[in-house]
């Protein structure tokens, strides 16, 4: 009875899980507006994709002049790290497969259409660890509660209501990683291997840290999982998942000059400074950090740990050994693949898929704790405090933080710009690009980002005869920050303040005098 009661737990959790997600779209405000700039950026992307234009490169307008502007150093998105330019065309920093496969999705539905990858990877996710874990015939309540944990009381949830193709990845990467725990009940044929390893392989198509996963899962699969893989299975599962990651760097070189493209090419940036000893030491002990915070579910992990150690019952050929090996080690060398700790984001995402090991770590090592019914309830009670404290920070905290941003941060701002006559806009920070870039198909961005800039500007619109344009500063709810438009070269234009839209965005009407 109390098996049935704890199956059905489980099943229910993973059908709450579904309906969260549908409703966490709620948030998701219905036009071209994301919770964080990278999403705007890769929204630039997938729309010219979706229009046919299927260049890889951005090209943002079909007007000569804003081209040969642009092409001037007035290009709103040719500064810092988020647009390069390269032998004459422009790069997005956001690698082009995932905006690529949600094209067809955004042509289809809209803006809605870019929520449906994320959304049903993560439900890949979800049913590939609950199979893993029914495979591993562990308590059927403490696979309920090992869901429970996965589904609300970690941030990976909230990524289904991001426009960002980390949970795309991460069901990918866990293909791979549930793949190597099959048991050696049968021989594997030819076509398990090579899907599950081309799976991993696609994975670094769209995640720069799954390179981390491959570089330690392959050799530790190898070591570990071996006799249930059996040689031919492991080979032909690390070709595929090889081969398909040499397709990639070979595509980026052709591309970009780059094997890594626009990453590779982000990463050894001065500007960032990401390779130096001190930024990744800053790196790790940050994401570091944020992992105690925000997978609470590792306390649970460690006890169990301490129970097996003490009672002398750690296997090393288990695959609870296994999988830790591999997230030890996935770490420090993920740090390695990602140019910072995230930054604005819920949760650490670059270390997601060691919070997934997580789940399955406890739900193997689970199997070997010893049979005394205290011991088990005690640790029972301490996951399920873990539990409590994962639902606070990412069910509801966290959720809270991401509808606020959507409803706050953007939104006011975008509906102003869209319902304003004026056709050219100028840009304070190219992170307005990012954020209010679906409007650029109806209006004409420009970098006003310094005096020269702004300057060159002036003189491009007054050639063209627009005396009258929007200009957008950034800053905070507190104040704006210093531009252009307050320095000596804004002298001799008339302007109006219209107000402050959003969290960051302050908006004039500037009009240059006839004859100025």
């Known amino acids: 009875m109390a098996e049935t009661i704890g199956r059905r737990a489980g099943l229910l959790v993973l059908t709450a899980g579904i309906v969260a997600t549908l409703l966490l779209q709620l948030a998701v405000p219905s036009m071209e507006v994301f919770w964080s700039g990278d999403g705007g950026l890769k929204n630039l992307q997938a729309k010219q994709f979706a229009h046919g234009d299927m260049h890889v490169d951005l090209r943002l307008t079909e007007k000569e002049w804003v081209r040969t502007a642009w092409d001037e150093g007035l290009h709103p998105g040719e500064y810092g790290n988020y647009i390069y330019k390269i032998d004459g065309k422009y790069f997005s920093v956001f690698p082009y497969p995932f905006p690529l496969v949600s094209a067809p999705f955004y042509a289809l539905f809209g803006d809605r259409g870019y929520y449906v990858i994320p959304v049903i990877a993560l439900w890949v996710v979800w049913i590939t660890i609950y199979l893993a874990m029914q495979r591993a015939c562990i308590d059927p309540w403490m696979k309920a509660l090992l869901m429970l944990s996965l589904v609300f009381a970690m941030p990976v949830t909230l990524y289904a209501a991001t426009f960002w193709e980390h949970t795309l990845g991460l069901a990918l990467a866990m293909t791979g990683i549930v793949y190597t725990l099959r048991y050696d009940d ?16 696609f994975a670094v198509w769209f995640r720069p840290e799954t390179l981390a996963l491959t570089a330690i899962l392959l050799p530790a699969a190898f070591l570990w999982r071996r006799r249930a ?18 397709l990639f760097f070979v595509v980026n ?3 970009y000059g780059h094997p890594l493209g626009t990453h590779g090419i982000q990463m ?17 002990v940050s994401m570091a950090k ?25 296997v090393w050929q288990s695959e609870y050994v296994y999988l830790t090996v591999v997230a030890i080690v996935f770490f420090p060398l993920m740090v390695y693949m990602v140019p910072s700790d995230g930054g604005f984001q819920p949760g650490p995402r670059f270390v997601f898929i060691a919070f997934l090991l997580m789940i399955l770590i406890a739900a193997y090592a689970w199997r070997a704790v010893p049979r005394n019914y205290a011991l088990r309830v005690a640790l029972s009670v301490l996951l399920i405090g873990t539990i409590l404290v994962g639902v606070k920070r990412s069910a509801i905290s966290e959720t809270r933080w991401l509808i606020k941003q959507y409803d706050e941060r953007v939104l006011p701002a975008y509906m102003f710009l869209a319902k304003r006559d ?24 420009f970098a006003a980002f310094d005096d020269e800039k702004f300057s060159k500007m002036i003189e491009v619109f007054r050639a063209q005869k627009i005396n009258k344009f929007l200009y957008i500063g950034f800053g905070d709810l507190k104040e ?24 960051h965005f302050y908006f004039y009407s500037v009009t240059i005098p006839q004859g100025a």
Request: hydrophobic content about 50%; cysteine-free; overall charge neutral.
């Open 229 to 246: 893989l059996t040689f031919r299975g492991w080979l032909l599962f690390s070709v595929a998942a090889v081969g398909v990651s040499i």
């Open 253 to 255: 070189y052709w591309i």
């Open 186 to 201: 049968f021989e594997p044929g030819k076509t398990g291997p090579l899907l599950a390893g081309g799976a991993l392989g």
């Open 268 to 284: 050894r940036s001065t500007e960032i400074a990401a390779t130096t000893p001190h930024a990744i030491v800053d790196r790790f």
């Open 290 to 314: 944020m992992t105690i915070r925000f997978a609470p579910v590792g306390g649970f992990v460690a006890a169990i740990f301490a129970v097996l150690l003490i009672s002398k019952r750690i």
């Open 422 to 445: 004026e056709q050219v806009v100028a840009l304070s920070r190219v992170e307005i690009l990012l954020e209010l870039g679906g409007l650029v198909e109806q209006k004409d961005f």
């Open 480 to 503: 704006e920050h210093d531009s252009a438009l307050r320095h000596d070269v804004a002298k001799g234009l008339q302007v109006e303040s219209l107000g402050h839209y959003g969290t």
